[in-house]
């Protein structure tokens, strides 16, 4: 059994200003997302200049603040943001959800396709392998926040923390940061490697995250003001992530039936 290593949430201060570790496990998620991509453009007829990579993750960066937040906020605490609207600004106390960032992300590609005409699951196939990057460094961020814990585990590795009372329990977010972060980009970065039918690494991408995700919930601690939602185990979590494997399972199969060999790097 471990005890929680408590870890003060604000980094440091700027003057007035809290820095806080989850905002930072963004800004490595966004730097780090950047980063590999303009390493991917750097291939040979990539298709991708240096300047549409960086355009493309400012788009991406807003859509995942904007749709993370509001998810979390109509997913999770719909009560909350219903008495106090404003609160949906408050990033720096967590709560973003990952389905509402993805569906932010989906809608600000959209734009960058209108601006600049190039094909839309062209766009979310280069995109698709750095996500994981932003999601593993978010499971860090809820880590050293001593939030989203497991549930009660007689497992040796249980972790006792300062707010879920005495009992050890898994440590969930370190489960999470192996699945959706080391685990997917794993993957993602060795398939995406080679030229792959367009909608492919998309496929990929949300078939492996919906799975590991339902398998992380499987020893999560539900949501407090949600516990569980239908028969006694269904997570919201869960729930948010079966329509993605089912959407990656079609996109596979349409990919690979039209057989359409272009890279997607």
């Known amino acids: 059994m471990f005890i929680y290593p408590h870890i003060n949430p604000i980094a440091f201060h700027l003057g007035p200003l809290s820095v806080h570790w989850y905002g930072l496990m963004y800004a490595v998620g966004f730097l780090g997302g950047w980063g590999l991509a303009l390493l991917r453009a750097r291939k040979p007829n990539s298709g991708w200049t240096s300047d549409q990579v960086s355009d493309l993750i400012f788009y991406a960066a807003m859509g995942v603040i904007v749709g993370g ?7 999770y605490d719909l009560p909350t943001f219903l008495a106090n609207p404003l ?35 062209a766009i979310v196939d280069f995109i698709a392998p750095l996500v994981p990057i932003g999601l593993g460094a978010g499971r860090i961020g809820n880590f050293i926040n001593g939030e989203l814990w497991g549930r009660v585990t007689t497992a040796p590795w249980g972790m006792v923390y300062p707010n879920a009372g005495p009992l050890p329990r898994h440590p969930s977010e370190l489960y999470e940061f192996l699945l959706e972060g080391v685990f997917l980009f794993i993957i993602l970065w060795f398939y995406s490697a080679k030229p792959r039918p367009r909608m492919a690494v998309s496929g990929l991408f949300a078939l492996c995250y919906g799975l590991f995700r339902i398998i992380g919930e499987c020893f999560r601690q539900p949501d407090p003001q949600l516990g569980f939602i239908a028969f006694g185990w269904l997570t919201m ?19 690979y039936r039209k057989n359409n060999r272009q890279a997607v790097y």
């Open 69 to 75: 937040r509001a998810g979390y906020m109509l997913f």
């Open 87 to 121: 609160s949906i600004f408050e990033i720096w106390r967590g709560g973003m959800s990952f389905h509402g960032g993805l569906l932010g992300v989906l809608i600000a590609v959209w734009l960058y396709h209108r601006k600049t005409q190039k094909a839309y699951m």
């Open 237 to 255: 979590g869960q729930l948010l992530s079966v329509p993605l494997v089912i959407v990656g399972i079609i996109l596979l199969i349409i990919a």
